[in-house]
T-cell receptor
Framework: DTEVTQTPKHLVMGMTNKKSLKCEQH?????MYWYKQKAKKPPELMFV???????INESVPSRFSPECPNSSLLNLHLHALQPEDSALYLCASSQAGDEQFFGPGTRLTVL | GENVEQHPSTLSVQEGDSAVIKCTYSDSASNYFPWYKQELGKGPQLIID?????GEKKDQRIAVTLNKTAKHFSLHITETQPEDSAVYFCAAGSSASKIIFGSGTRLSIRP
């Protein structure tokens, strides 16, 4: 299995909702990432997990809470988001910290 | 911190012609340079990468060159086809688990 999968594909939520984005890879990669991508912009790094431990937090607001339950799974818990948080959220994984393989993303709309 | 500049922002070429996208980076410690292709509604796809100990790498119609002295690297696509139309991102990495993306080039192939 050489894919990174993400669910859901689309998510619409209100500012008071709590929701979670999920990411899964079965390539045995030891690092997993969350990126945020706004329209016509490059992906922006949010979080990096290495060996299931959070290694990088790019000063992301606390309304975004990452979780790595095991080496194959990565979650992003969302709470009290703002409309400007609407974006494509991408998950990626890598074995050695360089070649990153991306999932298809979750298109998030915050109303 | 690392900064990656990418040019041009848009590029239109006739089918069958070549396309060249150029990037410069600021951190002399950067040693890994991937290129990603992103089609509409999809996540970025790694298409080729190069490391600092190599000056050129080729994979069928795609080639990447690296000039470490000038801190330049370029993507060359020959014999362009309609399916090459997409947004292309260069990136540079200098430490495990983190890469910085360029601003992207929207490539259009004219029939």
């Amino acid at each position: 299995d050489t894919e990174v999968t993400q669910t859901p594909k689309h998510l619409v939520m209100g500012m008071t909702n709590k929701k979670s984005l999920k990411c899964e890879q079965h390539m045995g990669h030891r690092a997993m990432y969350w990126y945020k991508q706004k329209a016509k912009k490059p992906p922006e790094l949010m979080f990096v997990y290495s060996y299931e431990k959070l290694s990088i937090n790019e000063s992301v607001p606390s309304r975004f809470s990452p979780e790595c339950p095991n080496s194959s799974l990565l979650n992003l818990h969302l709470h009290a988001l703002q409309p400007e948080d609407s974006a494509l959220y991408l998950c990626a994984s890598s074995q050695a910290g360089d070649e990153q393989f991306f999932g298809p993303g979750t298109r998030l709309t915050v109303l | 911190g690392e900064n990656v500049e990418q040019h041009p922002s848009t590029l239109s070429v006739q089918e069958g012609d070549s396309a060249v996208i150029k990037c410069t980076y600021s951190d002399s410690a950067s040693n890994y340079f991937p290129w990603y292709k992103q089609e509409l509604g999809k996540g970025p796809q790694l298409i080729i990468d190069i490391r600092s100990n190599v000056g050129e790498k080729k994979d069928q119609r795609i080639a990447v060159t690296l000039n470490k002295t000038a801190k330049h690297f370029s993507l060359h696509i020959t014999e362009t086809q309609p399916e090459d139309s997409a947004v292309y991102f260069c990136a540079a990495g200098s430490s495990a688990s983190k890469i910085i993306f360029g601003s992207g080039t929207r490539l259009s192939i004219r029939p």
